[in-house]
């Protein structure tokens, strides 16, 4: 731009500071080199999702069941689980308690649930033998090659969050149709976030930069995420296992503020960036109620 509008000036600068100039047209060639490769990249990416879509809609056409993508959720909703185990509470309460004061308890219960049931957030404890329980516990000793031992598994129920969550998947669906993507995926943190986390959501004041965009990240693999669960006092760590819209994702870097927009498309944005799109062990959102902490896990090493 200042060649065309200024020559002489460029022209003077050439002649006394020409170190300078050279350095400055070999970091313009750097930048237009790195934009096309990342547009390869993307282009790349794009191709690989359009064959996978390509084979769930001939498979569907065939009668088939379509081929999900690997670690898709195919557990039921949040609120079907919140039910079960409020029952098992229960059943345990009747137990322990006289039938007479019993009837009573449970008035009162009903009665307090009903105010609170919109709002209120709690951790359920997930019995040790139940489905749920051995579900993720097969999971996390798989990904973690059994270096860890389960101290306690608790449902998070937090209506609101569920409910903003459920909203930005609906929204997601109407976009995305059948490729949703939804997927577990694991997030450490320090115990300290946990509690904000439950009560207000993956939130924007959580971003930090990374190798792969300035977003909050996760990992489908439990032994990448429990690095970064810090110990307590007492030598525990904690883990979010969450729902995740990952949608359509191609490969982040370093410095990227929000995904790049789908070929094809001016404004129309990937929903997530990943470090690999094979195999992604980073995954990386830039939404707020992208994703929803369904299971908070408490775990400690074996040695």
């Known amino acids: 731009k200042a060649m065309r509008c200024q020559p002489e000036l460029v022209d003077k600068a050439m002649r006394q500071q020409p170190e300078l100039v050279d350095f400055a047209m070999r970091a313009m060639a750097n930048r237009r080199r790195q934009k096309r490769q990342n547009q390869k990249i993307l282009l790349r990416d794009e191709e690989v999702f359009m064959q996978r879509d390509h084979a769930r809609q001939v498979s569907s056409i065939n009668g088939n069941k379509p081929p999900l993508p690997s670690n898709v959720i195919t557990k039921s909703h949040p609120k079907h689980i919140w039910e079960e185990l409020g029952i098992i509470e229960t059943k345990s309460r009747v137990l322990s308690c006289g039938v007479i004061a019993l009837k009573s308890r449970l ?25 749920i329980y051995t579900t993720i516990q097969t999971k996390f000793t798989q990904e973690t090659l059994n270096r860890y031992s389960i101290v306690s598994i608790q449902a998070v129920k937090s209506p609101l969050r569920l409910e903003a969550y459920m909203y930005k998947r609906e929204q997601f669906a109407r976009e995305l149709g059948s490729y949703l993507n939804e997927r577990w995926v694991w997030h450490g943190t320090n115990q300290s976030v946990i509690q904000h986390i439950i009560h207000q959501g993956f939130l924007r004041q959580f971003i930090r930069s990374g190798s792969f965009g300035r977003g909050i990240y996760f990992s489908p693999k439990a032994s990448i995420s429990a690095g970064y669960a810090r110990r307590g006092s007492d030598q525990t760590q904690r883990m979010l296992l969450c729902r995740c819209l990952m949608g359509h994702y191609h490969r982040g870097y370093v410095g990227l503020m929000q995904p790049q927009a789908k070929p094809g498309s001016k404004y129309k944005q990937h929903e997530s960036t990943v470090d690999n799109i094979d195999e992604p062990n980073e995954v990386v959102i830039y939404q707020d109620d992208q994703a929803y902490p369904e299971f908070l896990l408490t775990f400690r090493a074996r040695f």
């Open 107 to 131: 008035v009162s219960e009903v009665t307090e649930a009903k105010k609170d049931m919109d709002t209120k957030v709690e951790l359920l404890n997930v019995p040790t033998d139940s489905d």
